[in-house]
């Protein structure tokens, strides 16, 4: 213990640098991996900590979605408002295959700048043109890379969180509707109570995933999930 007074007695310099030097070495370390610190006092704070909470996207990501799955609902539609009227569904009418429908998905959402129409363009683009890097902007060489189709009568819907338009396939304009469950609710509501709960199921293993709806011809077809 003497021998430490004498320390600091003879040389107090030594203590007035090496107390601020971990805190320096900290703040520069930590700004090199693009951590910014607030003070030291935070720094030190900082060792008794168990949890972390995140409060909004961006903060640990890229912000950017990327599909993850797609619920194929082949499902009938009423022609008539005649109760039990034996129909085909768009999917037996049309001889659609998954691809086409999120082609057909993927064409109304280039139209779109909204991050969720990006990450639907950019699944079209990884699925035709193999690996694509999913934080480059989407190029006008991008769509016909993508074979995607005509699209006309472009618009959104409730404040952005859903569009529709016209899309040709099949020597046809198919009416697609893209966006929220809330956009598409009567198509969700028309659904049978078999189709309703495969939904609600797929929903719950996607819980926190961003769900998409697709109603083509005014039936729902395809959910998409996004993280």
């Known amino acids: ?25 900290f703040v520069s370390l930590a700004q090199a991996a693009q951590v910014m610190v607030k003070s030291s006092a935070s720094m030190e704070t900082l060792a008794r900590v168990d949890t972390v909470v995140v409060d909004k996207t961006g903060t640990l990501t890229d912000g950017l979605f990327r599909q993850s799955s797609a619920l194929m ?72 890379i993508a074979g995607l189709f ?22 046809r304009f198919v009416d697609v509707v893209v966006g929220a469950e809330s956009v598409v609710r009567d198509a969700v509501e028309a659904l049978p109570g078999a189709a309703r709960a495969q939904l609600a199921a797929w929903k719950a293993a996607h819980e926190h995933h961003v769900h998409v709806m697709c109603a083509l011809d005014g039936t729902l077809v395809c959910a998409i999930s996004l993280f």
């Open 1 to 25: 213990r003497r021998s430490c007074f004498i320390v600091v007695l003879a040389c107090p310099c030594a203590l007035v640098l090496a107390a601020p030097l971990p805190a320096a070495i």
């Open 150 to 171: 005509p699209v006309r009568d472009f618009r959104l819907l409730q404040d952005n969180k859903g569009c529709a338009g016209a899309v040709k396939w099949s020597g």
């Open 73 to 144: 609902l082949p499902l009938s539609k009423p022609s008539s408002g005649n109760v039990g009227t034996a129909t085909v569904s768009f999917l037996e009418r049309s001889r659609a295959t998954e691809k086409d429908v999120i082609k057909i998905v993927a064409s109304l959402e280039s139209h779109s700048t909204h991050p969720i129409a990006v990450a639907v363009m950019q699944h079209q683009l990884e699925c035709v043109a193999g690996a694509v890097d999913a934080h480059d902007d989407l190029q006008s060489d991008d769509v016909a």
